[in-house]
């Protein structure tokens, strides 16, 4: 605690035009120090953080340390997108290595970052946008009074803790990777976005009516109209390219999609049986929390739409069979009542990687039927959508030139009887 106060009590007698150098100083000393000495570490540059930045927000000392500390942020949110991230990227890392508190102070550094240097990529890349808008309608820090006392009052910490929760996150930022980086979609791509955005709308619509209705007769005949829009656009899209030739079509692009804990490799099974089954593929990034999905524009969307609603209907059907395991009822085969239940870890993984499994057959059955559809004109669709499977795969190799294959096992019986059952009442809202 001694070498703590002292710390402090030099920043106090620091002028007001050296406390860039001693943010920056104090940031340095967290983000170099070793893993086994980052607590201490972190706690010292805290110190000076909060002894920089103490006093009335309206202060000239408080202002300064403020524009000094707002200086390294936005430094160090531009070198994570240079480093490849993107911004729900950051703010899931670092809820995934820190904490909630964490992920919405990176919100609030990404978004006063976009409002001094408005980044380039969100006016080219329409997922890009769409981060920032959702970070923006969250309502983080909007600028006033300073950021560490903005951090403070909403997370309810004392000065010294908001500084040390601060220098976590800036430790956090500056040894991020270097990762594969997703491209911001051509003009052409983008543009076709935007034409499409109303049909999108109709069938985020269509799912989210088809996860909320109890009568399965609705969600079946909802979610079939998803699938038939989905299914007809993407279909589309191929015809037009092919019939355009070479130069008329734009290659494969990618986004990312977050893959929440726990079970998160049964999580991303599911996501790559819904991109496999939509001609995309999937490259699952642990460490990071996400998966990269590489395919073309139509069907990159029908993915992102799917997952979600598949992973929604997964995580309700786990919960309806939890309910069902507490009525009493609960019995083992040798008649001894059950430890756990469905509300075991290993239930709940082997409902998932069950779930995946037979989700995969089905999407598969119901592409392969609806590439085959009588109206469509084979002779130009088949080679057209194998042009496309080529073009994934070489792009995909190209960003990811080495991965590895993981196999999960599934080790509950009961859960994977439920996940499975549970498969097959999903209402599919890919194609059919």
């Not at 380039?120 to 560490?148: F, H, I, V, Y």
């Not at 919960?319 to 009493?328: C, D, I, Q, S, V």
Request: some cysteine; overall charge negative.
């Amino acid at each position: 605690m001694g070498e703590l106060k002292g710390e402090a009590a030099d920043v106090a007698d620091v002028a007001e035009n050296d406390v860039a150098d001693v943010i920056e100083r104090a940031y340095l000393r967290a983000l170099n120090a070793a893993d086994a000495d980052a607590e201490d570490a972190v706690d010292l540059s805290a110190s000076a953080l909060a002894a920089a930045g103490s006093g009335p927000a309206a202060s000239g000392a408080a202002s300064a340390a403020n524009d000094a500390l707002l200086a390294l942020t936005d430094r160090l949110v531009r070198s994570c997108w240079t480093r490849g991230w993107q911004p729900a990227d950051v703010v899931r890392i670092a809820r995934r290595r820190l904490t909630d508190g964490h992920a919405r102070l990176a919100a609030d550094l990404i978004t006063a970052e976009a409002r001094t240097a408005p980044a380039a990529a969100a006016s080219k890349d329409p997922r890009w946008a769409a981060q920032l808008a959702e970070l923006a309608a969250a309502g983080p820090w909007n600028g006033d009074g300073t950021l560490l006392a903005a951090h403070g009052r909403r997370e309810r910490l004392d000065g010294f803790s908001a500084a040390v929760s601060v220098m976590e996150l800036l430790r956090l930022l500056g040894r991020l990777p270097r990762i594969t980086p997703v491209a911001a979609p051509t003009a052409a791509c983008a543009a076709a976005h935007r034409h499409a955005a109303p049909l999108l709308g109709r069938i985020r619509a269509l799912l989210a009516k088809a996860e909320s209705t109890d009568f399965p007769e609705e969600a079946e005949a909802l979610s079939s109209k998803a699938q038939q829009l989905m299914a007809r656009h993407s279909i589309d899209e191929a015809l037009i390219a092919s019939d355009a030739g070479a130069g008329g079509s734009d290659g494969p692009g990618a986004c990312r999609i977050g893959i929440d804990q726990p079970y998160e490799g049964a999580k991303a099974l599911l996501l790559d049986a819904v991109a496999a089954a939509n001609r995309c593929q999937a490259v699952w990034a642990g460490d990071v929390g996400f998966s990269t999905v590489v395919g073309f524009e139509p069907d990159l969307e029908a993915v992102e739409l799917l997952y979600t609603s598949l992973l929604v209907q997964a995580d309700a059907a786990m919960l309806r069979t939890a309910k069902g395991a507490g009525n009493g009822s609960g019995k083992g085969r040798n008649g001894k009542a059950r430890h756990g239940g469905s509300r075991s870890k290993d239930f709940r993984q082997s409902f998932l990687i069950a779930y995946a499994g037979r989700i995969r057959e089905r999407l598969a059955d119901a592409t392969e039927q609806a590439t085959h559809a009588p109206d469509l004109p084979a002779e130009r669709l088949l080679p057209a959508l194998a042009a496309r499977d080529v073009a994934v795969r070489d792009t995909t190799t190209r960003m990811f030139p080495t991965t590895t294959s993981h196999r999960l096992k599934g080790r509950d019986h009961e859960g994977w009887t439920h996940g499975t059952e549970a498969a097959d009442r999903a209402v599919l809202g890919g194609r059919q």
